[in-house]
């Protein structure tokens, strides 16, 4: 099969030695599920690769957030979690390399809890916010841009990551 233009890296992360490649269907993979969500806190996987220096993102996975007030925290549904590490161990899916979550009336880095539940173990963490950041005030209107903050939860806690638009 011809690999789809849509699939290839577009954005390609140097961050303290970390190259991260995006495949161009993850954002809005994830903005679609955060739309959906809102005004609850969506959540997700993130599949891809780990070579060497190199992360690859290639897939956001919506999964149901379990949490008990997901209007303000959000957790994965472990059976959904379960069946990711599975099915990247039976070589029928991709690693797990991170996960995504969304800040409906917030910004697009880690909130206090983020960094009390993050593991330090090289996770991306993605960040989904309306794209005009603090928006309290508007938060009885859906928004309708969103902003996506890139993050790998490190030793040191969360280092940002930027994106490089100059790919492969
Ligand atoms: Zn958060």
Redesign the pocket.
């Known amino acids: 099969m011809a690999s789809c233009p849509d699939d290839s890296p577009r954005s390609i992360i140097v961050q303290m030695g970390l190259v991260f490649h995006l495949a161009r269907a993850v954002a809005p993979a994830m903005e679609a599920h955060v739309a959906a969500a809102w005004p609850n ?1 969506a959540c997700g996987l993130l599949l891809g690769a780990v070579e060497g220096g190199c992360v690859r993102v290639l897939a956001a996975v919506p999964c149901a957030n379990v949490a008990s007030d997901p209007a303000r ?2 957790e994965i549904d472990p059976a959904a979690l379960i069946a990711a590490h599975r099915a990247a161990r039976e070589g029928t899916g991709a690693r797990v390399v991170g996960c995504f ?3 409906p009336v ?1 910004g697009a880095f ?2 206090a ?2 960094v009390a539940a993050a593991a330090g173990d090289g996770a991306i963490w993605a ?1 989904v916010a309306p794209a005009c950041g603090a928006v309290r005030h508007l938060s009885t209107e859906q928004p309708s841009d969103w902003r996506i903050g890139w993050w790998q939860s490190s030793r040191n806690g969360f280092e940002h990551l930027s994106p490089r638009e100059d790919a492969v």
């Open positions: 806190e925290k959000f979550h969304s800040h917030g880690p909130s809890r983020d960040i």
